[in-house]
């Protein structure tokens, strides 16, 4: 065995599986791969400078009561005999599968991965050592290319992937089955077969026994060819998703209980980028969708960099929408586009005055003063406007936005919806309800702060008395 433990010592080192010290649970099902890799990591952790402490744990799926019995006695048996703690998972998968619904090995695998987590979590493990193997490796990359995966699935299985705070390694990724199966020949190593893996019922078992070497016939190094893919891809995954976090860091901020982006840094990414950075918010965001695929990713991505502006919503599902606001992209909760439920009235009966306004983190500040040569001066920028005091009536009124609110506009004769005049300043949809409106005793609309002032009671050479309204958001105060 001398080789190949030292094989897998140096991968080990390499890749950083283990540290000296580290406990590592051993997932063992008794056949030929997990009962060499227990051995290897015996090996290994039998020298000084490694001080590894290994259990072996052993699942019985609950599928064939009598092969499955003899299967865990014989792992029991070989723990005992190299010295090692035992875990046995005693688990009734047929009985999961008619609760849940899940397929057969999706099922199984999610209860297998369930036990060994709860057995290192017991043991204070570092890592649960898994026994795939360099065939096990094509057989997922191939069933990956006719499942139509990207990148990322072609990259097949990580040798180390992080998961709930434990690293699940794979320290025999690089190593091929006929390799494993001479070393347990060679050493007198036993084991057990189990039976289900011979038959093609399967995806998996279908992949290994019927499609590869069907496949194998136009290459003999079919299963190298893939493990070669696999690692290429792997490493450009690494540094895609490297730049995509990046990206991510530059571009997305929070937007209330979602996420948004400007369109233009984002149309400046490649498209390789575009789609990742889409797919990561996705996977971010916490709310139940499923896992997202290419064709919601591409509808996003698509919506986006159109070049007319315009405003459109796209259900992803799981209670998540992608709302596009002229140049902003938001990612958020269904409940919340529109924040149509906002409604607000504050009455202003004397001046000075100030307002506070709810979810705009601003206030509205009202003084009055004598009017002078450079009482219209005093209105300078949209969050100021001047009225003449004396051709208002009271009492004011600060309000959120009404269905049908018109305003006589500054320059134009007649009025103008409210509406239209968020539309052409591209005021987002999701923040119109939360912009005040001033209005005067009669209901006229006199400003919508930020945005445009009215035409009423305008400050001319008459003027004697000058009323001040000023927009002052929560940045500028600090």
């Not at 699940?168 to 060679?186: F, G, H, N, S, V």
């Not at 289900?196 to 069907?214: E, G, H, M, T």
């Not at 206030?363 to 002078?372: H, I, P, V, Y």
């Not at 987002?428 to 609309?445: C, E, H, W």
Request: aromatic share 6%; net charge neutral; glycine share 8%.
């Amino acid at each position: 065995m001398y080789p190949l433990v030292e094989r897998v010592r140096r991968t080990g080192e390499e890749q950083r599986l283990w540290s000296p010290g580290d406990c590592i649970i051993v997932a063992v099902s008794g056949g030929p791969d997990s009962v060499a890799l227990l051995h290897i990591l015996h090996a290994i952790a039998s020298r000084p400078e490694q001080k590894l402490s290994l259990v072996c744990a052993h699942i019985n799926h609950g599928f064939r009561p009598e092969e499955s019995l003899e299967e865990a006695e014989f792992v029991q048996g070989l723990a005992n005999k190299l010295g090692l703690p035992f875990e046995l998972g005693n688990l009734d998968i047929p009985s999961y599968i008619r609760q849940s619904g899940r397929s057969t090995q999706l099922a199984a695998r999610e209860k297998r991965y369930e036990f060994l987590h709860t057995v290192a979590k017991k043991h204070g493990a570092a890592s649960i050592a898994l026994a795939h193997h360099a065939d096990d490796q094509a057989e997922t990359v191939m069933m990956r290319i006719i499942r139509g995966s990207g990148a990322t699935g072609l990259a097949g299985m990580r040798m180390r992937r992080r998961e709930h705070n434990v690293n699940l390694i794979r320290p025999l990724l690089r190593i091929y089955k006929a390799e494993i199966l001479q070393t347990c020949q060679d050493a007198g190593i036993p084991y057990r077969i189990d039976s289900s893996n011979l038959q093609n019922k399967y995806a998996r078992n279908a992949i290994r026994l019927d499609v590869l070497p069907f496949l194998g016939q136009y290459n003999e190094q079919l299963a190298e060819s893939l493990n070669r893919l696999a690692d290429t891809l792997g490493e450009e995954d690494d540094y895609l998703q490297q730049m995509t976090g990046r990206a991510y860091r530059e571009l997305v901020t929070p937007d209330g209980a979602g996420l948004a982006f400007q369109v233009g840094p984002f149309a400046a990414l490649h498209a390789a980028l575009q789609r990742r950075l889409i797919k990561l918010i996705l996977n971010y965001l916490p709310f139940g969708m499923e896992e997202s695929d290419f064709v919601k990713i591409e509808r996003v991505r698509q919506g986006v960099i159109q070049s007319s502006p315009t405003t459109w919503s796209l259900d992803l599902g799981g209670g998540l929408q992608c709302v596009r606001e002229y140049d902003t992209i938001r990612f958020i909760p269904n409940a919340a586009e529109g924040n149509d439920g906002l409604r607000y009235t504050y009455h202003v009966n004397t001046v000075p005055a100030e307002v506070a306004i709810q979810g705009l983190g601003a206030s509205l500040l009202f003084a009055q003063t004598t009017a002078g040569q450079d009482a219209v001066s005093m209105a300078h920028g949209k969050d100021r406007a001047v009225f003449d005091a004396d051709k208002l009536v009271y009492p004011l009124t600060v309000r959120s936005r009404q269905p049908g609110d018109m305003m006589k506009v500054m320059g134009l004769n007649g009025t103008k919806k409210v509406k239209d005049i968020f539309i052409d300043e591209k005021i987002p949809p999701s923040l119109r309800s939360r912009i005040p409106i001033v209005t005067d005793g009669q209901g006229r609309i006199l400003w919508i702060p930020g945005i445009r002032r009215s035409s009423i009671a305008a400050v001319g050479q008459h003027t004697s008395s000058v009323l001040l309204m000023t927009l002052v958001r929560d940045a500028e105060e600090q």
